[in-house]
């Protein structure tokens, strides 16, 4: 009898992929979340009865300027059902619509702009009544210098626009990050709207390599305390946080203190989003989330390191991403390039002695972690012949055929399918020993 169908993200839709004839497959999905009936309502809530701060209508009492932060097209934030009711709380508190600024932070990705950048706010009339913006990392005069943090000396370079603002606030999405523990919060405004020397230092090597700097931890995590000093030292801010389910509807949101609300935010997800697995598996299926993550092979990179602690040494970890804007940066692309002529070891090697990461070439610091444990696949519908053979990984030209030559490979007919890719984190928990003999 035929195994059921299992729909994997994949741009703007699915990739339906039937498991093979006597294969044992254990999918691995978010826990049970329920979406909000009423998103606005809820939004509105949460200006009400913040987290750690006095409600937005008062915040923005007295206040001169404003800065909204929100996260790059890289990331399904639903800013569409926030920005104009954040603005006209403001407006209404008596800041004037000329000195509110809404700025991408985009780190150092690209600028989003034109019909993408539409896409991005969700809102016509906050584009026609506010001033959108890009952040621009290597703009240095576009920055203030903070000086270095106090533990690891960390440069602090942030955004002129929202440091200057007189009332700062965050917004984005809180989901598993393969380096930073989770995304949103203290992340959107470091590194997201930081100078390129603080970025490139949060992707050194001694950060990169840490064991603690992974998915869904926040103790110990040297990227995240970093943050929090960064955080501190520009003063008060706070944050909108939001949580979407698979189909990428609002189930939870919090405002008020960007430490705070954003720990609420975690706190709510962990435990739908960090699924215990009592078992390791030869052969692991993923996605890298679908759009707009799995725009490029830059962004895929995160798909395959998510779900590496329930991949057996030695495994097969398939992938699919439709890559539909290509590889990514001519930056990743020039690391991509040198994987390929100096091989891992020596590629890595290259990177220990850095105080400053080259641009976007951490990613594929990351590939690396993936390649180390087991076998890497990846089907994709994009990319061109040399960005192929520049992944480094194996191109897999069909889902199915790719599956069932890792079960005959490895010989274990247990496959892990994690439709959602990073979204869910799937971790292994050995059963509990029942003390038999």
């Not at 590889?327 to 850095?354: I, V």
Request: proline share 6%.
């Amino acid at each position: 009898m035929p195994l059921d169908a299992i729909n994997l993200s994949f741009g703007r839709g699915h990739l339906t992929v039937t498991p093979p004839e006597g294969s044992i497959a254990t999918v691995i999905r978010k826990g049970a979340l329920t979406k909000l009936t009423d998103g606005a309502a809820a939004i509105g809530q949460a200006f009400e009865a913040p987290i750690g701060s006095p409600p937005l209508r008062l915040l923005a009492q007295g206040r001169r300027s404003a800065c909204i932060l929100i996260c790059d097209i890289t990331r399904p934030v639903p800013n569409h059902l926030f920005l104009r009711p954040m603005i006209e709380t403001m407006v209404t508190a008596g800041i004037p619509l000329d000195a509110i600024t809404v700025l991408v932070a985009t780190g150092l990705h690209r600028p989003n702009e034109g019909a993408e950048l539409a896409e991005l706010v969700g809102d016509a009339w906050v584009l026609a009544n506010v001033r959108v913006e890009n952040h621009f990392a290597r703009d240095d005069a576009a920055h203030v210098d903070l000086g270095v943090t106090a533990t690891r000396g960390t440069p602090i370079g942030i955004d002129r626009r929202f440091a200057d603002a007189d009332l700062r606030i965050a917004t984005g999405l809180v989901e598993p990050h393969f380096m930073a523990g989770w995304s949103g919060g203290r992340k959107v405004v470091a590194p997201g709207v930081a100078h390129h020397e603080t970025i490139r230092t949060f992707h050194s090597a001694r950060f990169m390599e840490d064991p603690l700097a992974v998915q869904c931890n926040l103790v110990g995590n040297p990227l995240h305390e970093e943050q929090l000093e960064i955080i501190r030292r520009l003063g008060d801010i706070y944050a909108l946080n939001t949580v979407i389910d698979e189909d990428r509807d609002l189930v939870h949101v919090t405002f008020g203190e960007i430490i705070a609300s954003h720990l609420a935010a975690v706190d709510f997800i962990t435990g739908a989003t960090r699924i215990e697995v009592p078992r390791r598996f030869k052969t692991v299926v993923t996605s890298s989330a679908g759009y707009p993550l799995d725009k490029t092979y830059y962004q895929t990179i995160k798909g395959m390191v998510t779900p590496l602690d329930i991949l057996e040494p030695g495994g097969t970890l398939i992938i699919a991403s439709e890559c539909s804007e290509g590889f990514g940066s001519p930056e990743f692309r020039e690391a991509q390039e040198r994987l390929t002529e100096l091989g891992p070891k020596r590629f890595l090697a290259t990177l220990t002695a850095k105080s400053l990461a080259e641009i976007d070439e951490w990613q594929t610091e990351m590939q690396l972690k993936a390649t180390r444990l087991g076998e890497v696949e990846m089907y994709t519908t994009g990319l061109t012949r040399e960005e192929r053979r520049i992944t480094c990984v194996t191109i897999a030209p069909d889902m199915e055929d790719a599956i069932r030559a890792s079960i005959a490979r490895h010989g274990d007919p247990h496959v892990a399918f994690v439709p959602e890719g990073p979204y869910v984190v799937p971790v292994y928990a050995a059963p509990a020993d029942n003390g038999a003999a």
